[in-house]
């Protein structure tokens, strides 16, 4: 069994700042690239931002410049810092990792359980 478990996520005033956390655990070989994604009411989950084993990073547009993503392998977690944060950043964040169990074994996507980001005054 694999489990991702995201937290840091809450309600914050808009130009404020969040730190969310991911951490994968049980039955892991390798974990190849993590990312966060984000889901608002009525809409279909966008990319946030993705990161890979070798720490290459892109972004979508809309939080270039604002956010950042990293990982620290050792720990098998992933950290979204969010910053000048805006109502429309509001919705359900998701991990995400490209996880091989067993070194025979290909890369599965799992997902996290969301935690909910919400951003108003």
């Known amino acids: 069994q694999v489990q991702l478990v995201e937290s840091g996520g809450g309600l914050v005033q808009p130009g404020g700042s969040l730190r969310l956390s991911c951490t994968a655990s049980?039955?892991?070989?390798?974990?190849?690239?993590m990312a966060w994604y984000r889901q608002a009411p009525g809409k279909e989950r966008e990319l946030v931002a993705r990161i890979t084993e070798g720490t290459s990073t892109n972004y979508a547009d809309s939080v270039k410049g604002r956010f950042t993503i990293s990982r620290d392998i050792a720990k098998n977690t992933v950290y979204l810092q969010m910053i000048s944060l805006k109502p429309e950043d509001t919705a359900v964040y998701y991990c995400?990792?490209?996880?091989?169990?067993?070194?025979?074994?290909?890369?599965?996507?799992?997902w996290g359980q969301g935690t909910q980001v919400t951003v108003s005054s």
């Open positions: 049980g039955t892991i070989f390798s974990i190849n690239a």
């Open positions: 995400n990792a490209l996880i091989k169990r067993y070194r025979i074994l290909p890369e599965y996507p799992y």
